[in-house]
């Protein structure tokens, strides 16, 4: 990148720090429009086998924690700069932010979003009046198409991360939570480009510098884990992720100089974990958080905080912005890896589609089948089963003689074909005059004798089901 296009406010050559006053001031002039959330102990927290806490950071308005920075940001500008507006670019979260509080300050707003960016966050964007700009294959190069646009424009540009004033705004959290848990061990960040470790931890080091600041990242981006190794920011590849928001290639040099000293330690959790963790807050807390906010949790999941036990935790639950479809994938990951679901051992060329197979793997592993209930459940890998299912149907001849499923299918039509029959004569000859086969009476009889069939099949069904299972497991 060209010397003139550089982001003045995070050079890498000349990286700047923030002080306690600058986190009192954002957290004076964020007082009354940013939430002050929750830290809530959690529900099951003995299960863990510590003193949990939750910091419910995903019940600000657009979602995340990304508000303070951004409002604080907003509020510092030039009255001239505010007339100009201010360009950021984002994975979604910051974008969303500085969108929403942009329009209520009246400050024009250009977010550059990678295209792999969800549309809903491209359109949420947009209802708030943003300029919207889908550009690069990760924050990295979506940065570089900004920063031009910023140059050319004279616009403002908002580092979503790695900011002075966004760390400043993150710091806020800090404050908060020394006001609403007394004696705090530990807390557990999650890391992408470290603005938010960054802010936390000069907030809690000076305030409490017996607590310890715990990092979480993603196996699938470890940039902040990969900079404290070679002892400055250092590009890392990202890769597809649950933790989509965490997926920062070069972590911020603000924020890695300001963070690294007072980082205790830095994890780095698997994607299973990751998905078990989504899945746990919300069955059990009734949190339905993204992947980025759930690796505090699948740090202690996957044994790797084992040295907090008995202690006081505060896990930070970042975001919720996360899609139906990658919740549902996320929710069914996290099933698997609880053994609460689990796969079929067949190949995908011979399906079970047969009852009586899966009765027999049952009677196998030593269980007893107390009753059978049909339901479907729309998730990727069932859905992708059940179409190689129709597909495979379709391939096979159908045998000659009539299926039970042919003989309904004709005893409809039938029924369909005499149905409009009637129609046709009601509409030709006019309705019929009553007879005495239609009185009260003889309609009030079929009635019965039609409940007494369908009593029957249900009966006959139930004992069907019976028999089946005593030949399987008696």
């Avoid at 960040?189 to 607590?211: D, E, F, H, R």
């Avoid at 310890?212 to 990242?217: A, L, N, Q, T």
């Avoid at 992708?384 to 003689?401: D, F, H, L, T, Y």
Wanted: with cysteine; proline share 5%; hydrophobic share 40%.
């Amino acid at each position: 990148m060209d010397d003139d296009i550089i982001d003045a406010n995070c050079d890498p050559k000349n990286p700047q720090g923030i002080s306690i006053e600058d986190i009192t001031t954002a957290d004076f002039l964020l007082m009354d429009t940013v939430v002050k959330t929750p830290c809530t102990r959690a529900v099951n927290g003995s299960a863990y086998n510590m003193d949990l806490y939750f910091k419910k950071e995903f019940m600000q308005p657009t979602g995340s924690f990304k508000e303070r920075g951004a409002r604080f940001a907003l509020l510092l500008l030039s009255d001239r700069q505010k007339q100009i507006g201010v360009i950021t670019a984002s994975t979604g979260n910051h974008a969303l932010a500085l969108s929403y509080h942009g329009n209520q300050l009246n400050i024009p707003v250009t977010v550059v979003l990678p295209i792999y960016t969800s549309p809903w966050k491209i359109e949420k964007c947009r209802s708030y009046n943003a300029t919207v700009i889908t550009e690069g294959l990760d924050i990295s190069e979506s940065r570089v198409v900004a920063l031009v646009f910023a140059k050319e424009r004279q616009l403002e540009y908002i580092n979503g991360y790695d900011h002075p004033n966004v760390i400043a705004g993150c710091g806020t959290i800090g404050l908060e939570m020394l006001m609403q848990v007394p004696k705090i061990d530990a807390v557990i960040v999650p890391v992408g480009g470290g603005g938010l470790i960054a802010g936390l931890a000069t907030t809690l080091k000076l305030a409490s510098p017996n607590t310890k600041i715990i990092g979480v990242e993603s196996e699938k981006c470890p940039s902040f884990a990969r900079a404290l190794e070679n002892e400055s920011p250092i590009y890392v590849a990202p890769n597809d992720s649950l933790a989509e928001s965490l997926l920062v290639p070069i972590a911020g040099s603000n924020a890695y100089t300001m963070a690294a000293p007072f980082i205790d330690k830095l994890v780095v959790v698997r994607e299973a974990w990751v998905a078990l963790a989504m899945l746990r807050l919300v069955v059990e807390e009734e949190c339905v958080v993204e992947g980025a906010a759930a690796v505090g949790l699948a740090a202690i999941l996957a044994g790797q905080l084992n040295e907090l036990q008995m202690q006081r935790v505060i896990v930070l639950l970042t975001g919720c912005n996360t899609s139906p479809p990658a919740l549902g994938c996320a929710l069914e990951q996290g099933l698997a890896a609880e053994r609460r679901l689990f796969e079929d051992d067949c190949d995908d060329n011979d399906p079970v589609t047969d009852l009586d197979e899966l009765f027999e793997k049952l009677y196998k592993l030593g269980l007893t089948l107390s009753d059978v209930v049909s339901e479907t459940v729309w998730l990727k890998s069932v859905y992708k089963k059940e179409m190689g299912k129709r597909k495979e149907a379709k391939i096979k001849q159908q045998p000659k003689e009539m299926t039970q499923e042919e003989a309904k299918r004709g005893t409809r039509e039938e029924s369909h074909a005499a149905a409009r029959e009637d129609m046709r004569k009601v509409t030709e000859e006019g309705i019929p005059k009553p007879t005495s086969e239609y009185t009260h009476h003889v309609i009030q009889q079929k009635v019965q004798e039609q409940t007494q069939i369908l009593w029957k099949h249900k009966k006959s069904s139930t004992s069907n089901r019976k028999a089946i299972s005593k030949k399987h497991f008696m």
